[in-house]
């Protein structure tokens, strides 16, 4: 058997004693567990004490090119196009990508958007997308090649060859509470989006309620982290932070997800998905070198539709097939008048996810038509008995338990203790 060229045991205990560890060692620690030398509980206790104890810049660089380099890397340079995409920290209702996409690609930048599915109470966009018949998230390289040489955009699953290591890790933290590191989250990300190959990349950093972070402090930390990954890896990084202690837009599901993004890409839908999606468009295209791009008219004059309608036919998708319906629907109203005044982002997403539109095991099929379809917003006037939400559902046993998590999560009350939140875009980084 080879000689290795360090003892995991050292480096497990150089994290626990809050110590350094040098590009060799974690070259080797990253290609010692990918081909698993490396135990897991080996990495796990690893993996704890950089949760507790952090990482240094260089260290965190470091495991991000391990990581990218324990798999393929992706070259879109001879699309004779700038290439530019956007990721999300993930958040309720969170459909962005869907009218962000062909949006930008309507501008002649080549859009790679590799997304996942969903899992817990968070979305997933290829499970949004699935609600439409015939669409399919799996392409090979080639096809997503063409596809962005010749419509502009792609939406796909990421193929199981962009870090490896990060994939296997990533498995290993969800069973060991050890997801929430932001040296760990951060390399994590960052080295899937710079082993596609992109140009540039806008972060989408999430605080609040329905986040993976709470706290708009540690977002700050996640983004900042991750946008100097980028850059110092070549890729043209920003972030924004973007408030989500309630959901965006109206729909909480797939289907009904779709429709909205539907309604911003026919220039209408909710106010603040229209507003989120202009920020990030605005913002891709000033790294793909059109700073003065109109967005909001290739919204009105039907040319980001264009694009919508071409990628999803360019997947197999019939764009104007009917979209599921659920089979069941129960309805909430007001119990009194007044003003909305809470909405909490994060039972919603529980509350949607146990409607069937989220699932609890990888494995899991979602139920396409389930979710909420929110009919106010916070600091909407309303009257006793106007319905303020509905929910879907293929099976009726499940609005119990829905409705069990939205318990408290709202709030009607006098105008005068309306207090309105923090803003939509809280903040840029990078
Ligand atoms: N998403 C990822 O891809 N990795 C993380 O660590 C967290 C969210």
């Known amino acids: 058997m080879a000689t290795e060229a360090h003892d995991v045991v050292d480096l497990i205990r150089t994290k626990r004693d809050r110590g350094t560890l040098s590009t060799a ?18 990495m796990s206790a690893l993996a704890m004490a950089i949760l507790l104890n952090g990482m240094s810049r260089d260290e965190i660089r470091d495991l991000t090119l391990a990581m990218i ?31 962000l996409m062909p949006l930008v690609a309507s501008f002649g930048v080549a859009v790679p958007q590799l997304s996942g599915r969903g899992l817990g109470h968070t979305g997933g966009t290829l499970d949004k997308l ?19 040489r010749d419509v502009g955009g792609v ?9 490896p290591a990060d994939k296997k890790l ?54 900042q982290t991750m946008v100097d990954l980028g850059n110092d890896a070549g890729v043209r990084t920003t972030a924004l932070l973007t408030n989500m202690n309630v959901p ?7 289907a009904n997800e779709v429709r ?16 989120l999606t202009l920020a990030l468009a605005s913002e891709m295209l000033r790294l793909a070198g059109q700073p003065d791009a109109d967005v909001a008219e290739a919204l009105r004059d039907g040319r980001a539709m264009d694009t919508w309608n071409r990628v999803i036919r360019a997947q197999g998708g019939d764009p104007t097939a009917p979209l599921p319906v659920a089979r069941e629907t129960t309805t909430v109203s007001a119990p009194r008048s007044g003003v909305v ?23 899991d099929a979602v139920q396409h038509a389930a979710g909420i379809d929110l009919l106010v917003k916070p600091g909407d006037t309303v009257v006793e008995g106007q319905p303020i939400f509905t929910l879907s559902a293929d099976e009726p046993s499940r609005f119990a338990r829905a409705l069990e998590s939205l318990e408290g999560a709202w709030e009607i009350g006098d105008a005068s203790d309306y207090v309105a939140g923090d803003p939509l875009v809280a903040e840029r980084i990078g």
């Open 260 to 275: 909205e993004s539907v309604e911003v890409l026919a220039g209408g839908g909710p106010a603040d998905v229209v507003e």
């Open 130 to 148: 699935e609600s439409i018949p015939g669409w399919r998230a799996s392409l090979s390289n080639e096809e997503m090649f063409d596809q962005l």
């Open 69 to 99: 380099a324990s798999g393929e890397r992706m070259d879109f340079s001879g699309l004779g196009k700038p290439t530019v995409d956007k990721h999300s920290t993930g958040g309720v209702g969170d459909k962005i990508t869907l009218p």
């Open 341 to 363: 005044l809470r909405q909490d982002a994060l039972p919603f997403g529980i509350a949607a996810w146990r409607l069937g539109a989220g699932r609890a095991r990888a494995q």
């Open 170 to 223: 990533y498995a290993l933290r969800d069973i060991t509470g050890t997801v929430e590191a932001i040296p760990l989250i951060a390399s994590s990300i960052m080295s899937k989006k710079i082993a596609e190959g992109t140009d540039s990349l806008v972060l989408d950093v999430k605080f609040g309620s329905g986040a993976f972070m709470q706290d708009i402090a540690r977002s700050r930390e996640l983004a």
């Open 155 to 163: 939406i796909c699953a990421a193929g199981s060859g962009l870090a």
């Open 25 to 42: 060692q974690i070259d080797w620690l990253i290609d010692a567990y990918t081909r698993g030398y490396v135990a897991d509980e080996q």
């Open 248 to 254: 965006l837009g109206l729909a909480i599901g797939n």
